[in-house]
């Protein structure tokens, strides 16, 4: 599918992704191994044992990347110049091997550049985990929420 231009973002429009994603221990040791992030939290099963949470936790910049790759399809997929920034970053909640989580996007801004030629577009992106565990009372808990602001071509000018 491809994504969608400048035009075709409204504002107020929240985008539900049906990608879903099991993340599992080895996505986990994967990125935490890329990024060079040796944090015990995430990799020991001993050292997470004595913590608060009592297991390791899922990265969550990986968490928040993976997101990012799940909303690509709906969002930006072939139609992006760039990604500008990504704002208000939080984790409400941690995510854990084996948890599953889904995605939306809800556009909050959009403007023009000043030539014209292009769109500013600001998505805020909310991530829930949908398994919860039994200690949860909400059907799904929200892991990880951030605005993502992007600058995206237009549909509708014959040189893009």
Known sequence: M???????FEVGETIEHERRRTISESDNQQFCDMTMNQQPLHLDAAFAEETAFGERLVNG??????????????TTDGTIVANLSYDNVEHPEPVFHGDTIRVQSTVTDKRETSDGERGIVTMHVEVFRVNDRPTDEADETLVC?????VLSLRGDRPDT
């Open 2 to 8: 491809t994504g969608l231009y400048y035009e075709e």
């Open 61 to 74: 910049l990986y968490t928040m990347s993976l997101a990012v790759g799940i909303t690509i399809p709906e």
């Open 145 to 149: 929420e951030f605005d993502r602001t």
